[in-house]
C-alpha cells in the first residue's frame, strides 16, 4: 500500500488534536476527554510519523488494554500504511518479551500460563476446609490479581488490603494472606504462572539483564500506551523499562480512571510531565461524540472533581430523559418502552444499549425487555468475553452491560438504569477515592451515549431497601 501524504493525514484534525500527533521524537502525554478522537490521535500519530519518515512502524510499539482496542488499532494502521505496527495489549506484549527472553537470561522456557487463576483457587479452598465456590474462588482471584498488580505481597497483605479498604466476603485478612500463599505453592507444583505473573516476569527479564534491555532497546524506539490512566504500579514499572529516551505518547483520563479496584492510578498520567524533562502537555477537549444536551450533563456531574470540561462540537439532539420510578421493575419496563420507541422512529436495535452499575441487575432488564420482544445480548466484562461479543457485532440486538465492561464503547442511544443510592455510588462503595470513582464510573456511562439518553432511578431498591436518586444527580441539581 502506497504511504499516504503526511499533510493529509493532519489537515482532518483539529488544532489540539494536531498537536499530540505532530510533536514526534519527545515525549508527550495527552489527557483526552470522552469522545474527543484520542484512536484517532494516535492511529494518525503513528501513520503521521510512518509517512514522514520519522517513525519505523517496525520499531513501534502501541499498547492498550482489551484485545479489541488492540484489534482496531491494528485495522485503522494497516489502512494507513503503517501495519507494521505492533499494537497489542499489555499482557501480550508482556508475554511475547518474555516468552522471548526468559530463556536467554534464566536459561529455561518461561513457565505455562495457567488457564484460570479461578481454577486453581477452587483446588486450593478445600484445603482450609473452605467448599469450592466459583463466587469465592472468583473473588479470591481478584484479590491475587491486586497484589500482582500493585506489588502486594501475602504477607503483607493484611495491612495493605486493609489500607486499601479491600476484602473478601466471609474471610479474614488472615485467611485470605494464607489461601494467597497456598495459591502460589499450588502453583509452583503444577509448573505454571498466572495471567499477571506474565507482567511480572517481563519486568523481571529487562531488570535482570542489561543485554536483555538492550535488545529490548534496539528493538522498538517508539512507544505509544493508550488508556494510561488504568495502568497499575507493575504496568507503569513495565512501561518505564519499555520507554524509548525520545519517542514515547501516553494517552488518556483521569476522569475515565474506573478499574481502582485492580490497581489503576490515574496520577501516573497526570504525573508524567512532571516525572519526565522536555514532555509536551496536550489536553483534547472537544467531543465529537455526544450531543450538547448530553455532554453538557456529564460537565455538570463532573464538575469540580477533575476532568477534562468538555465542548461539544456534535449538532443538538433531544433533551435528556430523567426519568424516578417507584421500583426496579418498573424502571427497566419504562427503559423498555423507550428503546421500543426509538426502534419505531427506525433506529437500529444495535445502535442502543442499558447500562447498569452490576451484573444483578441484568436480570431484571432482559426480562423487560423481552417481554416486549425486543432482542438482547448481555456482554459479559471480561476481555476476552468482550473480544468474544466484538465479533458478534453485527447481531441486532440491544446490548447489556455494566458500566465498567461499556468503557471505550458508545452507542446512539444508552438507557443508564439504576442510578440511585446503594447501586451508583455502590452500598460498599466506602471512602473518599471510592466514591469519586463510582463519580466517574456514572461520566462514563452519560459519555457512552451519542444522541438519546435515558438517566432513571428507582425509590425502592433490591439491593438497598428504600433509596431515590443517586447523591452525584441531586448535587449536580439533575435530580
Known amino acids: 500500500m502506497t504511504a499516504p501524504d503526511p499533510q493529509s493525514l493532519l489537515d482532518s484534525l483539529d488544532d489540539e488534536q494536531r498537536a499530540a500527533a505532530s510533536a514526534l521524537g519527545r515525549p508527550v502525554a495527552v489527557i483526552a476527554g470522552p469522545g474527543t478522537g484520542k484512536t484517532r490521535v494516535i ?14 512502524p517496525a520499531a513501534t510499539l502501541a499498547v492498550t488494554f482489551t484485545t479489541r482496542a488492540a484489534a482496531e488499532l491494528r485495522s485503522r494502521l494497516a489502512g494507513l500504511a503503517a501495519g507494521a505496527v505492533q499494537a497489542r495489549t499489555f499482557h501480550s506484549a508482556a508475554l511475547a518479551q518474555a516468552q522471548f527472553f526468559w530463556p536467554l537470561v534464566y536459561g529455561a522456557a518461561l513457565p505455562r500460563v495457567a488457564d484460570s487463576s479461578v481454577r486453581l483457587f477452587e483446588e486450593v479452598l478445600p484445603r482450609f476446609g473452605l467448599g469450592a465456590s466459583p463466587a469465592l474462588a472468583r473473588e479470591l482471584a481478584q484479590a491475587v490479581a491486586w497484589t500482582k498488580q500493585t506489588n502486594v505481597v501475602p504477607e503483607d497483605y493484611v495491612r495493605r488490603a486493609e489500607e486499601a479498604g479491600r476484602s473478601v466476603a466471609g474471610l479474614s485478612g488472615e485467611q485470605v494472606a494464607d489461601l494467597l500463599i497456598e495459591y502460589e505453592r499450588v502453583k509452583q507444583d503444577h509448573g505454571l504462572i498466572d495471567l499477571d505473573d506474565i507482567l511480572l516476569c517481563a519486568a523481571a527479564v529487562l531488570e535482570d539483564s542489561e543485554e536483555a534491555s538492550r535488545l529490548f532497546a534496539r528493538r522498538y524506539r517508539h512507544l505509544v500506551v493508550d488508556e494510561f490512566q488504568d495502568v497499575s504500579p507493575i504496568q507503569s514499572r513495565l512501561v518505564e523499562l519499555w520507554r524509548p529516551r525520545r519517542d514515547v505518547c501516553v494517552v488518556g483520563d483521569p476522569a475515565q480512571t474506573i478499574h481502582g479496584f485492580a490497581g489503576a492510578r490515574s496520577d501516573y498520567l497526570t504525573g508524567f510531565a512532571a516525572a519526565h524533562r522536555g514532555v509536551l502537555s496536550v489536553t483534547l477537549s472537544n467531543n465529537y461524540r455526544s450531543t450538547p444536551q448530553i455532554v453538557a450533563a456529564a460537565n455538570t456531574v463532573l464538575r469540580g472533581h477533575g476532568g477534562v470540561a468538555l465542548t461539544a462540537r456534535a449538532p443538538a439532539g433531544p433533551p435528556v430523559s430523567w426519568s424516578e420510578e417507584p421500583d426496579e421493575a418498573t424502571e427497566a419496563a419504562g427503559a423498555a418502552v423507550w428503546l421500543a420507541g426509538l426502534a419505531a422512529a427506525g433506529l437500529p436495535w444495535s445502535a442502543m444499549a442499558v447500562l447498569y452499575r452490576s451484573h444483578a441487575q441484568a436480570v431484571a432488564i432482559a426480562q423487560a425487555l ?19 461479543e466484538a465479533g458478534r457485532a453485527a447481531v441486532e440486538a440491544v446490548t447489556c452491560c455494566t458500566l465498567h465492561a461499556a468503557k471505550g464503547r458508545e452507542w446512539d442511544a444508552v438507557a ?8 451508583l455510588p455502590h452500598g460498599r462503595a466506602l ?21 438519546h439518553l435515558l438517566v432513571s432511578w428507582a425509590r425502592w431498591s433490591g439491593y438497598g431497601g428504600r433509596a431515590g436518586p443517586s447523591r452525584f444527580l441531586v448535587e449536580a441539581g439533575l435530580a
Open 43 to 56: 492511529v494518525c500519530r503513528l501513520a503521521y510519523g510512518s509517512a514522514a519518515g520519522e517513525i519505523d
Open 370 to 388: 423481552g417481554q416486549r420482544s425486543i432482542p438482547v445480548r448481555v456482554l459479559r466484562p471480561s476481555d476476552a468475553e468482550a473480544a468474544e
Open 416 to 423: 443508564l438504569v439504576g442510578v440511585q443510592e446503594g447501586t
Open 431 to 451: 471512602g473518599v477515592a471510592a466514591l469519586a470513582e463510582e463519580r466517574r464510573l456514572l461520566y462514563v456511562g452519560l459519555t457512552r451515549a451519542r444522541r
